[in-house]
């Protein structure tokens, strides 16, 4: 460990090491805006898909988080409806 990145994890500076999403998981892909669940992580990317069912898509992990509990109560009702500005 170098002294800069001993230093930047003893003050808290350190990037933030983002664990990935387990299969299953609820996230939002940020760079499409979208609602998707994990269906499995490929090489590099993660296999999202929308709750309600439908096509696939890869999303880059550094482009996902996970869905608050509100977004998690849209995938409940996904089926009538999803928020506004969000695909499908």
């Known amino acids: ?4 990145t001993k ?3 003893e003050d808290g500076t350190a990037p933030e090491r983002r ?3 387990t299969i299953g998981t609820l996230v939002i892909d940020e760079a499409r805006q979208r609602l998707g669940r994990v269906m499995a992580h490929v090489g590099t ?4 898909r ?5 096509r ?8 996902v988080r996970l869905a608050h509990e509100d977004e998690d109560l ?4 996904a089926g009538a409806r999803t928020p506004t500005g969000w695909r499908r």
């Not at 990317?45 to 999202?48: G, V």
């Not at 929308?50 to 439908?54: L, V």
């Not at 849209?74 to 009702?77: A, E, F, L, M, V």
Request: hydrophobic share 30%.
């Open 1 to 4: 460990m170098t002294d800069d």
């Open 7 to 9: 230093r930047r994890a």
């Open 19 to 21: 664990e990935e999403p």
């Open 45 to 48: 990317r993660i296999a999202l």
């Open 50 to 54: 929308p709750p309600g069912g439908g």
């Open 56 to 63: 696939e898509w890869d999303a880059d992990p550094a482009n």
């Open 74 to 77: 849209w995938s409940h009702i």
